[in-house]
């Protein structure tokens, strides 16, 4: 069974412009949770999907959004980037919410 | 913000001997899990424990817990150079906004 992708794994923007990362679950993991990791202040939860709603939410601007498709799919997008929002991006899938995650490869942005 | 706190944040030491890594956290859990991630890349599941548990083995692994004093320790035996990586506690809270939420980890070097 193939694991969780993520594209692109890596990019690099200016301040101002806009991202969209991309992830696609496990075969069968209804839910995509994404995480920011950054050397400051370490893996921090930003949203988690399921059915394609949003079940949850971690403590980020507006700024970043995501959504899922109906095939579990998801998508995050970041809007008028900034020099902070410089991280390694994780997408984990899990059968259903509460269910063991699994992560995938990370896309690391880059803000310069 | 952190739940979990990872202690030492660097532990370096010989192949062959034991590594132990501590991490203490805040609020009530459900389950604590431990995951390993190498250099950059995305974390790999390691064990959960639950709350009822206090001791969890698999392979060279053995992970302890003690809600009294909200802490849990991750031992890995008989050190490998291969063990090298980061390693994260991470808190499951939250019932139906079930979420994880990740401490900053232990760096362990293990040198050959």
């Known amino acids: 069974k193939a694991g969780v992708t993520q594209t692109p794994r890596y990019l690099i923007k200016t301040r101002g412009q806009q991202v969209t990362l991309s992830c696609s679950p496990i075969s069968g993991h209804r839910s995509v949770s994404w995480y920011q990791q950054t050397p400051g202040q370490g893996l921090q939860f930003l949203f988690e999907?399921?059915?394609?709603?949003?079940?949850n939410k971690g403590n980020f601007p507006g700024r970043f959004s995501g959504r899922q498709f109906s095939n579990s799919r998801s998508e995050m997008n970041v809007s008028t980037l900034e020099l902070g929002d410089s991280a390694l991006y994780l997408c984990?899938?899990?059968?259903?919410?509460?269910?063991?995650?699994?992560f995938g490869p990370g896309t690391r942005l880059t803000v310069l | 913000s952190q739940q979990g706190e990872e202690d030492p944040q660097a532990l370096s030491i010989q192949e062959g001997e034991n590594a132990t890594m501590n991490c203490s956290y805040k609020?009530?859990?459900?389950?604590l899990q431990w995951y390993r991630q190498n250099s950059g890349r995305g974390l790999v599941h390691l064990i959960l424990i639950r709350s009822n548990e206090r001791e969890k083995h698999s392979g060279r692994l053995r992970v302890t817990l003690d809600t009294s004093k909200k802490s849990s320790s991750l031992l890995i035996t008989a050190s490998r150079a291969a063990d090298t990586a980061s390693y994260f506690c991470?808190?499951?809270?939250?019932?139906?906004?079930?979420?994880?939420?990740f401490g900053k980890g232990t760096l362990l070097t293990v040198n050959p």
């Open positions: 999907y399921f059915s394609e709603t949003q079940r």
């Open positions: 991470a808190t499951e809270s939250g019932g139906s906004n079930y979420k994880l939420t």
């Open positions: 609020t009530s859990i459900n389950n």
């Open positions: 984990a899938s899990s059968l259903d919410p509460g269910h063991e995650q699994f």
